[in-house]
């Protein structure tokens, strides 16, 4: 008999991963956000956003990727 899947909110690991997928990818909505302000704002400053909009596009794929790594791994849904 196959195991069921965990339920959503009983994987403190499943959770904790979720929570830093979440918490990078509003890094990096805020720094889109920035560089947004910085081009309406005529700001010359804006092209020094792409280098750290970058690392943080990585971070959320990398978190991301542990997510559902371990949802596919462990079985939690």
């Not at 010359?44 to 991301?64: H, T, Y």
Request: one cysteine or more; charged letters at 30%.
């Amino acid at each position: 008999m196959a195991e069921m899947p965990e339920r959503a909110g009983s994987c403190p690991e499943r959770e904790r991963l979720l929570s830093e997928w979440t918490d990078s990818s509003r890094r990096t909505t805020k720094l889109l956000d920035e560089q947004l302000a910085a081009i309406r704002n005529a700001d010359r400053a804006f092209g020094s956003f792409a280098e750290k909009i970058q690392l943080a596009k990585n971070e959320e794929l990398d978190a991301c990727r542990a997510y559902y790594g371990h949802v596919d791994g462990h079985g939690c849904v």
